[in-house]
């Protein structure tokens, strides 16, 4: 059985992560982890696990290679989609996926750094990364303003309830939506939904973008009815 500790500060990622590991059968997710101190404890408790963190954490790279080396654990890399993988290989770590990496390569990479090996991913360098994307770009252009809105609200990891609230409408109303939404993003709920937004940056961008103002909206709310 191989043990997994799961560090991200992204909660959407995490649990599609965490759902992808848990179908395979080989596979044991034994802590996930928010932050860095949380990660340490959970290494030091774990001796002997595989670590799968989040470059977007910023620990000390050297510092956690030498605690992982110590401990018998090995460390699997989550980089940025914009990130080159080949300092993290060079400063030693067993293997680098991306954000934008499919349940398929991710399981493969768990096994193979399991297994004593160094996974490679596809692209080496960002470089390689496609400068364009379609999908993305053409289901964004698909999708109303208040559909954008509701895709936005559950990236940030909101609930119905609370997507109403702050849309000014009802629950029902947003399931409606969301059935269409589902439908331009051929999704079936709203865990991949967030995944798919993620995993594509024309989408991802203009959610981050929607987001933003409607914080800014309700942030200068209360000042407008003062």
């Known amino acids: 059985m191989n043990k997994i500790i799961l560090a991200d ?4 990622f995490r649990a599609g992560t965490a759902k992808v590991l848990a179908m395979d059968e080989d596979v044991r997710i034994i ?22 963190f989040a470059a977007s954490l910023q620990p000390d790279m050297s510092q956690l290679r030498t605690l992982l080396d110590t401990l018998g654990c090995r460390g699997i890399v989550i980089a940025e989609n914009n990130d080159p993988a080949s300092p993290y290989l ?23 750094v399991a297994a004593g090996d160094t996974w490679l991913p596809p692209q080496l360098m960002v ?10 770009t053409r289901v964004r252009d698909r999708l109303t303003p208040k559909e954008m809105r509701i895709v936005a609200l559950i990236v940030q990891g909101c609930k119905n309830r609370e997507i109403a609230t702050r849309l000014k409408t009802t629950e029902q109303v947003i399931k409606n939506y969301l059935r269409s939404i589902y439908d331009k993003t051929g999704v079936s709920d709203r865990l991949e939904l967030a ?10 961008a203009a959610a981050a973008e929607v987001g933003s103002k409607l914080e800014a909206e309700e942030a200068a709310a209360p000042q407008v009815m003062a």
């Not at 802590?31 to 799968?52: E, K, N, W």
């Not at 954000?99 to 193979?112: F, I, K």
């Not at 470089?127 to 993305?136: H, K, N, Q, R, T």
């Open 9 to 12: 500060s992204q909660a959407i």
């Open 127 to 136: 470089a390689e990364l496609p400068s364009e994307d379609m999908v993305g």
């Open 31 to 52: 802590a996930q982890c928010t932050d860095l101190d949380r990660m340490h404890h959970a290494i030091t408790t774990f001796p002997g696990s595989i670590v799968l």
């Open 90 to 112: 060079q400063q030693g770590f067993h293997g680098v996926v991306y954000r934008s990496v499919t349940g398929p390569a991710l399981v493969e990479c768990v096994r193979s």
């Open 195 to 204: 995944l798919f937004t993620i995993h594509h940056r024309a989408l991802a």
